[in-house]
């Protein structure tokens, strides 16, 4: 059974910065694929980020520039350092891992509120 816990949500001031944990746990593959969605109020679940195995990434153009995803293979834990955040950005972030099949988190609030 695999399973993802996330870490590092919170309130913070527009122009502030978070950073988002996750780490899988269970049997995972060697070639996989984790990342981040997230699902503002009334809309669709979308895309932040998707870092391989390999290293290679993939941003939401909304995000590119102030935001990056980083990995530790060996911890089988994926990062989001969240910079300049804007009001926009306020969401439930929810970790995402491809293992053979898809796995989510059990989502983390992200506010971005003066």
């Known amino acids: 059974q695999v399973q993802l816990v996330e870490s590092g949500g919170g309130l913070v001031q527009p122009g502030g910065s978070l950073r988002l944990s996750c780490a899988a746990s269970?049997?995972?593959?060697?070639?996989?694929?984790m990342g981040w969605y997230r699902q503002a109020p009334g809309k669709e679940r979308e895309l932040v980020a998707l870092?391989?195995?390999?290293?290679?990434?993939n941003y939401a153009d909304s995000v590119k520039g102030r935001f990056t995803i980083s990995r530790e293979n060996a911890k089988n834990t994926v990062y989001l350092q969240m910079n300049s955040l804007k009001p926009e950005d306020t969401a439930v972030y929810y970790c995402?891992?491809?293992?053979?099949?898809?796995?989510w988190g059990q989502g983390t609030q992200v506010t971005v509120s003066s």
């Open positions: 995402y891992l491809w293992n053979l099949r898809n796995y």
């Open positions: 269970g049997s995972i593959v060697s070639s996989n694929r």
């Open positions: 870092i391989r195995d390999g290293g290679n990434t």
